[in-house]
């Protein structure tokens, strides 16, 4: 859920674009240099555009609510990298402002801070943590979606709060009521959005498993997947003349991850979802 | 009887009287009664549609582009619900709440055009067991429901791999190998001959004919008119104004219901003409199916 | 351009009674020359103003207070609820007329008149368009899955969903690279360089869309000083 | 002079000796020499291929899925490089850089099958303006191309329209469209008439004849016989061994040669042969392109 066009004062809706542009311009930044390294990227860096695009159109079961979708910001930033998910979650919030009215064009500085630049490095961050430490890929990408997710919402809540300071309790006192009515609600949808990701990984463990491994997201070992020097910019296909992203079996990861790639992060809310018959 | 009856709109009533078990009128497996359908901030796609699918009759369903043939068999598999109207299974009227649908869906199943848009899962069988899991099936007959699917329509052996390294024939069968793995009595196909290459399409029309031998009744949407003449039993032809229905032979013989249709004229039927105007009576009657049956019959005449 | 200027006028202006003004003159806009079917319209609106009113809410309780409850009703919550709701819902249909308005592919290409590097652009015009063929092929595999029963249960609508979100990743990357080999005959190189149409804008329109907003700023403006 | 030159392995070279203004054996447009192929991790798909587009003759090229259709098109068309052997261009090699690759596509231009892999751009007037404006031409130039190739392709009321709003057939025009908006000397299409109702095939081959009348030399992959019967001077058979070239109407009436590449025979092939052998001489020679050609013939000498 965005915060929509004209919610915000003037005065905060421009300083939340200044807070955001320094992150937006060092993604565009990395962006550029990108696309002007492996030209053909354009069209590999459009489509996670799209995929993000449209993960954030999905409904969510089980939840009730209207707005029960999820941000698509923590996957993002597991296989895109933050600083390109604050450039495509830009347009991505762009277009859903123009084509949808979903959120607004005085408040996208405010919406870009807490979906595509808070939400992603939250969730990246925790992504990486839980790595080192040791976790399984499933619970360390449970883990990004689901912090991305509520980090976001917290987010947005603050700068409701600061917007709209309560009359009697100040900020913290409206914090706690826009973060009773937003954040709190989004709990649950946080879980979902954390477990829809972990099954979305999973099977693209089984299907993609050489499109993720060229992302930098390693599926082979089910612990550490690896700290192998982050090549930053995910999307680089040594696309030849032609052959594109056809289909790369990446045989090394996908036999190793097998049936159990995890989930048990979930099986406490999401009854049977490990009954995938093979 | 004919495969489907007519619109309010559509006229043309055909009546082949074949005899039934039980005589009198036999109950259609599924229907669409007086049924309309548009699309969000969209014109009508159908008006007062009736159609009607006969137990064991072979039905081809043509139309021009954009005249609503997808759009009508999403209607009879449950996948869109009628403006007005209502869709009957075996006679009876089918609800859209939860069990409706499910009662709806494991009798009728919809083979889209594009097999990628049914292929999800990671891998054929996994594909495959969607549906038949979806049914609360023990996992032991989800396993055999399977591997018959599989088997049905050749293609054991694929079941381990990925579906998106597949060829386009091969995602093609693993697409209809998921319908059949639901063991629906009505198997409905989206042009399901578009893009493959004649072998292809002939070891798809061997594998439906097998299906339909097993007791599954088939119908498909196609642009091919000689294909229709060729395999259906009956046609149904959308138009503007309605369906039009009736025996394959005799429809596609009818040269101001296929321009109306905006079809060609299929082979068979101008042979079977140029046949019967030539030499009275040798040939009449002889409407060939495909080129290779004419040269066969040809060859056969001349030996005679 | 109008859509734009309402929406500022909608922000800027003080809501009672600009913003109602606003409200009305994008509705006649987009009811009347702009000819949006109403129940589109609300379609689109009803979003927006589902975000506007739960956060206006709010504002009507206050945390604490005087009296020890920890919830009450908040003094001038009403008031300060309506202005928010009124500029708000004034400037989502502000952003609407813009939306209905201007086709996508004008304004595209435009931003890198406007500033924004070319290759952000081009992500963007791939992204625009891969969406609509994304989303289509989410509607296509969904129906497919709910042919199969794939929402009968609560664990099948999980596998369902997983499996769609893992189908979109996939076509994704298989259309980028199908469009590689597409557009690769015409000279694809990186950068996506198309034509611009010739800007269509009438002097006539840009001429009456000053006046309309003019006219709206004088109004509020006499109007504040008739009502205080 | 035939389409297409056979290959190494293929055997058959047909004569039909038509007359070139300069005489001897004329220079191709374009030609694959002794080119090999295969993509990455992947066996061969083509090995010592020999292959041939002459000006001015419609050439149709015919084989199973998976034979190589697509790849024998984007190697023509620069898409892809071949691993050994050479493309020519009028009889001139080409080079891979820059320049090679501009001389080759704006002589040469590929539709590929489905076309939504070719509109990237929000408007169908931007998307056929991106060619034009990477062969580095001046504005009102591009512009002028861009009236042309809508007007040609019937689409010039569509120029502003958003591309996601078009139907099938639609986006298939734009398609052409900013193929032909490059003026290309050969159109390569990849099967054009896929997904198209019979109308819409209609228009399109309208189309390209007029294409063809304006000097386009065109070429197609297909997997309707019939269609190649009917339109094509020329056809090539793609099978495992190589190519087999030759006049439409002589190589699709051998059986061993569409057997070996996994075809029908067409229609008008059988109908010919009937009327050859049935009245020995009033009907010999005559092959049907269409039903309706068989029937207004037979009209005609039924009033006879
Ligand atoms: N999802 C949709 N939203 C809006 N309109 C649609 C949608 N799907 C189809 N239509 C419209 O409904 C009409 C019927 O479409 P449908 O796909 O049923 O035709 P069809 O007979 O299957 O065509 P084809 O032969 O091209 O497959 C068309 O005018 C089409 O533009
Ligand atoms: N991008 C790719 N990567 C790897 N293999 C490929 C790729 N594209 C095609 N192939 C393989 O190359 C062979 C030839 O494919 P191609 O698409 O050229 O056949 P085709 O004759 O066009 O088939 P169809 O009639 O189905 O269009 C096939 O075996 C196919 O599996
Ligand atoms: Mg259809
Ligand atoms: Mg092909």
Redesign the interface.
Known sequence: ???????LP?AH?IAWVAASAPFVVHG?RQ??RE??EH??S??????????M???S??K???VTG??SHPTGSG?GAVLFRPPVVA??GT??L??Q??????G???TLGANVFSMAVVGPWAGYGVYRLALRCGARLAVAVFCAAFVADLSTYCVTSVQ?ALA?P????GF???L???GS?FAVTQIPLAVSEG???V??V???A???AG?LARLGVRTGGLRKAGTEAETENGTDTG?E?????????GAEA?TGTGPETGAEAGTET????G???? | MNGSSATPGGGAAPADGRATPGGGAPTPLVALRDVSFGYEDGPRVLDGLGFEVHEGRALALLGRNGSGKTTLMRLLTGGLRPRSGRVELEGRPVSYDRAGLTRLRSAVQLVVQDPDDQLF???V??DV?FGP?NLGLP?EE??ARVDEALAALDITGLGER????LSYGQRKRAAVAGAVAMRPRVLVLDEPTAGLDPDGQERLLATLEALRRGGTTVMMATHDVDLALRWADDVALLTPTGVRAGPAGELLARAEALREAGLRMPWGVAVGAVLRGRDGGAGAGFVPRTAEELARWAAEEGRA | MLG?GL??L???LPPWPG?LLVLVTALVVLLGPARVPAGRLWR??R??L???V??AA??L??????DGALLGP????AL?AGE?LL??????L???V??FT?P?SD?LPRLVRAGV?A??V??????????F???DS?RQVRQAQAARLG?RT??A???S??????T???R??????????G??GRGY????RVLVPPTRVSRGFVGASVALLTAIVVLDAALEGRLS
């Open positions: 859920m965005h915060i929509a066009e004209g919610f003037p809706a565009v962006l550029t696309v002007r030209p053909e354009t069209l590999l860096l459009g489509a996670s555009g799209a995929f695009f449209v993960l159109a999905l969510l079961p089980s209207s707005c996957l450039v495509l347009v991505t762009l277009f402002a123009l084509l949808l009215a979903h607004g064009l005085t409701l709209f309560d009359p009697v309790g913290l006192g409206a706690g009521k826009f009515i477990l829809l990701t099954l979305v999973r099977l693209l089984q299907s993609s499109e696309a003349a032609g052959t594109g992203t056809g289909p790369d079996t996908g999401a009854t049977g979802t009954a995938v018959a093979r | 899962a990671a891998s069988a996994q067991s899991l996992e989800v396993r990925p579906t998106h390294l | 734009f929406t500022l909608a922000v800027a913003a689109a609106y979003a927006p589902g975000f506007c739960t956060g709010t504002l309780v206050r945390v604490g207070g005087p908040a003094p001038d919550g300060r928010l500029r708000s819902s004034a400037a989502s502000g952003v609407l813009f939306a201007t996508m304004l590097p290759a952000v081009d992500v963007a015009v791939v992204t625009y368009r891969m969406a063929l994304l989303l989410v929402h609560r664990s609508a999980w596998r969903l997983g499996g769609l979100g893992a979109a990743f996939v994704a990357f298989d259309r980028a690279g199908r469009l590689h080999t557009l690769a190189d990186g950068t996506l």
